[in-house]
């Protein structure tokens, strides 16, 4: 899915639920470690196909940093091998595709609350 479907996805289902967010994507897992060093998020969607940096190296390197527990992550990859060691923790889950917007808004509402 391009970047700027997924932006406009995203922000419809944020917007039926009542919620009002600033959306930022990242090229790469080392520009979305950047912004994870400048911002601060409640909810973090991830694919683990990623150029530079694997989100898996994404999610270890944030896991290292107190702001972990801050956020809910959400994996958006097909392979849930690759990611299986990263669903240990409470506050990650894993979204499959084909992405449905009803299946989405119902994964924000249980990581975030109503």
């Not at 190296?57 to 299986?84: A, P």
Request: hydrophobic share 40%.
């Amino acid at each position: 899915m391009k970047r700027e479907l997924l932006v406009t996805f995203l922000k419809k289902a944020f917007l039926q639920l009542g919620r009002d967010c600033r959306i930022d994507t990242a090229k790469n897992g080392l520009e979305a470690s950047h912004l994870m060093e400048h911002f601060q998020y409640d909810l973090v969607l991830c694919d683990n196909r990623m150029p530079v940096m694997k989100g898996i190296e994404l999610f270890r390197e944030i896991c290292e940093t107190e702001s972990f527990h801050s956020f809910q992550w959400i994996w958006t990859c097909g392979e849930i091998d690759d990611v299986s060691e990263s669903l240990k923790h409470p506050n990650v889950a894993y979204f499959e595709k084909p992405y449905r917007l009803a299946d989405f808004k119902s994964l924000i509402t249980d990581s975030l609350g109503a």
